[in-house]
């Protein structure tokens, strides 16, 4: 099995008594605690693109839900998404984002390091399935890439570096699709990679202008 092929694959290829005690492990009660008393106030799942792994973080915040009840930590869940219907190993966004909306113990579920034009679908899909599931309670979360893919390998010829755009997102401005963003009723928007300070800057900009106008 290739590389790319464990990336792709249910549980990226491993078992999922390691993907249990991966987060058993970093989830423990004394890493809860001291991330309360260090003023930590959200624990985030991200770039989650397998429903196995969706169903494990659900069985083990859970399992921890007298802890997360006591020290009032929120949580929420990213997936990372290669369409409008598929996560990154090719389980439904539908079924992901439908165990998430089961569990008592994710506050905020969303999308991260996905290429912005999937987003405004993706955000319908969660709003969906969050009504029908009776979980609109729960925080929309969205921080997108820029639409550029890293190229792991040498550059060849004609390549002057390793960061290649998709073609549907030559001409996409980030601070205009947040705002598109924000009125399809997302909650907390942010930046994966390649999204920068100059980005997030001009968001604010636009924000309060946004603001003096109502």
Known sequence: MSNTDIYRCKGYGFPATEIVSYFN??????????????GVG????ETIGDLMEVEIICDVL?????????????????????????VDTGSSVTSCVEELAKCPYVSGVGVNCTEPH???????????????????????????????????????DGEVEHWRKSPECTDWNFADSAIEWIEQGVHIIGGCCRINATDIFELKQKLARTAKLL
């Open 118 to 156: 999937l987003i405004s679908s993706l955000v319908k899909t969660i709003k969906l399935v969050l009504k029908e599931c009776n979980a609109e309670e729960k925080l929309i979360v969205v921080y997108p890439n820029s639409g550029e893919t890293y190229l792991s390998r040498d550059l060849i």
């Open 42 to 45: 959200v624990v985030a799942f």
């Open 62 to 86: 859970c399992s921890k839900g007298d802890i997360l009840t006591k020290t009032g930590l929120s949580t929420w869940v990213t997936l990372t998404c290669v369409s409008e219907n598929s």
């Open 25 to 38: 492990g970093r989830l423990s009660d004394e890493i809860l605690n001291h991330a309360t008393e260090s």
